[in-house]
């Protein structure tokens, strides 16, 4: 099992960049898909963005394309989701999701992750 912690939210005016960590403890992270999801207030648990094993290949959810991007730092066994021109809709609890059996076509998906951090909150507002 593997622990994970976010890190780098909070209150940003629209138009600001941002950049969320998740470390990881417990063991290695590099053969693990990671992903990125948020939650709004009152609303389901959204994917936004993964990156998958040792490939380096990215997924991203359509409203996201060209904003996000993910990163993944085998050696700090910590990823990484910089957000730039921030807008009032990406107000959000941002989760880190992380699992080693996860398969190609179900990365989008929440259930495909066994470990979750506590998310961290991001707050886009003037």
């Known amino acids: 099992q593997v622990q994970l912690v976010e890190s780098g939210g909070g209150l940003v005016q629209p138009g600001g960049s941002l950049r969320l960590s998740c470390a990881a403890s417990g063991r290695r992270i590099s053969n693990d898909v990671m992903a990125w999801f948020r939650q709004a207030p009152g609303k389901e648990r959204e994917f936004v963005a993964s990156?998958?094993?040792?490939?380096?290949?990215?997924q991203y959810s359509d409203s996201v394309k060209g904003r996000f991007t993910i990163t993944k730092d085998n050696a700090k066994n910590t990823v990484y989701l910089q957000i730039n021109s921030l807008q009032p809709k990406y107000t959000a609890v941002y989760y880190c999701g992380a699992d080693d059996s996860a398969i190609w076509s179900a990365q989008n998906r929440a259930s495909a992750y066994a470990n979750w951090g506590q998310g961290t909150q991001v707050t886009v507002s003037s």
């Open positions: 990156i998958f094993r040792n490939s380096g290949s990215t």
